[in-house]
Each structure stands twice: as C-alpha cells, then as structure tokens.
C-alpha cells in the first residue's frame, strides 16, 4: 500500500481527464485536510484513509468501493453518481452530504451521522429494501438447505441496511420446503443460532429486536424479499 501526501495528491489530480476515472486505488492517506477539494472522478477503491476532512469536498462520480474511513468527516460532501459499494464509513460525520444517484451497496454505515442527508430515487440501497408499512412475504434458507416462507405482518418491526437482507422482529411460518420444492418439513434450524426453530404454522418472534436499521448483524429475523436471494445466501 502506498502512502499519500496532501501534495502528492494534489500532483497525481492534474493528471486526471473528463470523463475518465483516475487510478488511485490501494493507497494510504492520514491527517489531511481535503475540505472544498475536487475529487470527482477519482477511482480510491480499497484506499484507506484516516483522520480525513472531506468537508464541501466535491466527490461526484468517485469510486469508494471498499475504502476504509476511519474518523472522517464528509459535512456537505458532494458524492452524486458515486460509488460507494462497501465502504467502511463507521461514526463517520455525512451530515448534509449529497448521495443522489449514487451506489451504497454494502456501505457500511453503522453510528454515521446522516443528518440531513440528501438522497434521490436514484440512490441504491439507502432507503428500505423491504416494505416500509403493510404485511407481505419473507424467504429465509435454514439448515439443510430449508427453505423458510414467512409472513411478515403489517405490525413487525423491519429494517433493512445497505443490502438486500432485511430483519423484522416477528413472522409466521407458512412453509419449509427443500429448494427444489419436492420435499416439505415441518420444522426448520436457524443457521445463525441452533436453537431458535421455525415451525411450519407457527409465530416467530424476537422480543430484543434492535431498531437500529445500520445494524446489520444483530437482533432479528433475518430474510429476504424473494426464494433466489435466500436460496443464494
């Protein structure tokens, strides 16, 4: 991993061309101030950066994917058409940052502030995967390869973070089949804990659900919106 300086960087963005993603991927860069900069079309994948101001920063059309943020502030930041895809943004400061348009999936945000954060309905995965209110179904893959389909009700708690995993905090289990559907099972095991079990017609429910939707693994019941994506889990 190479290691940046404020001025090295500010060298290597002359070199960069509309339209074209510079190549400053897998790169180290601590203590700086980069607030106010132009760093659009920069490609800083797997980069790590530490103790970084990217106040007002201009990162529209950027690569991020998974780059390492650790104690950075992005107060106002423009990140428009970005991609974000599995950055590690952990109590990092995106108040008031611009992520219109923009590719969050897998970010991990967990304790960010995201106070008047601006989104669009181009932004992919900040807002909920699943339904926001009313009842619907859930596929969840058990041991065994089980296939678990619930009913989550219109009063569950359900979250969803920058993926196609979701949580609510009960369900009814409906079916448990084996993937090709030839075979159905009355009980099914959890992957995560052995001994909380899904039994065909019965209610599941988890009494310390945490509501904290950019908590990822956590308290829950965790499925998915459709029998491809638990069956793929």
Known sequence: MITLTTETLREKLKERKEGELLNLQDMELSDADLSGWDLSWVDFSLTSFHHISFDHADMHSCAVENALFDDCSFRGTNFRQANLKGAAMR???LSGADISGANLFSAVLEH??????????????????CP??????????????????????????????TMNSCRCSKAKVLSIKSFDYKEEYDEAWSLVDENFVYRKGQWVE?????????MDSTTGIH??????EAKAY
């Open 223 to 228: 499925f998915w919106m459709t029998r491809e």
């Open 91 to 93: 109590y990092d400061d």
């Open 206 to 214: 988890v009494p310390d659900f945490n509501e904290d939707r950019w």
């Open 112 to 129: 960010a502030n995201l106070d008047g954060i601006i989104s669009d309905e181009n932004t992919k995965f900040f807002r909920l995967y």
């Open 132 to 161: 926001e209110k009313g009842a619907f179904l859930g596929y969840k893959k058990c041991f065994n390869n089980r296939l678990v389909q619930l009913l989550i009700p219109a009063d569950a708690k359900r979250t969803s973070a």
